[in-house]
């Protein structure tokens, strides 16, 4: 089997999340990613408590099957290390300050005379360029400017934040895109992505809304969507469900399931619009009845039905479960020496199966790629 990006050769400059994600995205699909650390190496080799073996859990969930070689790009030798990795490297992703990525070379103006064709992707905070370029800039900074927290949550309780990395892990995946655009159009170039403008991307129809209808994008109890009645969360006789019905064809065949059939004639009720008009008596008259059994008997009754519908499950739930295990979804890491999983590549292909490598030792591939030991 032959990996989509077979021969292709990324450089990767990143630290902790975002571009190590991009990084992986890449390498599971075939490329060779060329991770170049300080001597001190990712300061996610040592930000989880949990370790299996020499590597940390955290590290390993975003840098398997990559190479790693330490530079001190602010040297001169350095510098000429990188020169001679970009000559045959068809992109570098860095997730460094703009700063750090301008005096450390990282950029294609820097570059490009060691390779015109090489493809430098900045993913930063909020640009390469302008006058915030430099603002320090976290997931959580990000969801904090774009409204991600003032959208999350109970109204009555403090802004939150995704249970998650989402900008890190979106930004990610949109500096990959970008990446193997300009490979595809076969041009060296720079690439310019911005965490900032990636979750404001995200906001798609809510930032429609309040463009062009002046709307007030407020949070909703319970994790309601702002114009479908009932998508929502429910509680139940001993549980969290998550009910979403859009169309007036499942209205009625969840009101006669679950033995209201008046419902679906009702004024109130009947149709889309009416549901939201009247948003509070719908979701009090549907919470009465969904909490008189457990979420398990409601999925079991709706599901077949084709009501989407579905049980909050914890994560290791998710992660033992039933659909996690017909996707095939946990991976174990290396040769099965260490006991080390993760999960696998969210990408299928129908004729490539990525091999799931260990993540990189420090300074491990260094003789290899440059023909001495730079440690």
Known sequence: MTAPLAGIRIIEVGHMLAGPYCGLMLADMGAEVIKIETPEGDIA???????????????????????????????????????????????????????????????????????????????????????????????????ALTGVMALTGDPSAPPTKAGYSAVDNS??????????????????????????????????????????????????????????????????????????????????????????????????YATMAARRANRPEVVAAISQVLATASADDWVRRLAPLGVVVAQVDTLNKALEGDLAKSRELVVALGDGSLPMRAVASPIRFNDFTPEYGLPPLLNEHAEALLGKDLA
């Open 45 to 143: 080799r040592a930000v989880s408590p949990h370790f299996v073996g020499p590597h940390n859990a955290y590290f390993a969930s975003l840098n398997r099957n990559k190479k790693s070689v330490v530079l001190d790009l602010a040297s001169e030798e350095g510098q000429e290390s990188l020169a001679r990795l970009a000559e045959s490297a068809h992109a570098l992703v860095t997730n460094l300050r703009p700063s750090a990525i301008r005096k450390l070379g990282l950029t294609y103006d820097a570059l490009r005379h060691s390779n015109p064709k090489l493809v430098c992707v900045a993913l930063t905070g909020y640009g390469l360029e302008g006058p915030f370029a430099d603002n320090p800039a976290y997931d959580y900074v990000i969801q």
């Open 171 to 268: 930004a990610g995946l949109v500096a990959a895109v970008g990446l193997l655009a300009k490979i595809v159009q076969g041009q060296g170039g720079q690439v310019d992505v911005a965490m900032y403008d990636v979750m404001l991307s995200q906001l798609n129809y809510l930032a429609g809304a309040a463009l062009n209808a002046g709307e007030t994008i407020e949070r909703l109890a319970d994790s309601s969507h702002p114009y479908v009645v009932p998508a929502q969360i429910f509680a139940t006789a001993d549980g969290w469900l998550t009910l979403f019905i859009t169309h007036d064809k499942f209205w009625k065949i969840f009101c006669e399931e679950i033995d209201r059939p008046e419902w679906v004639a009702d004024p109130r």
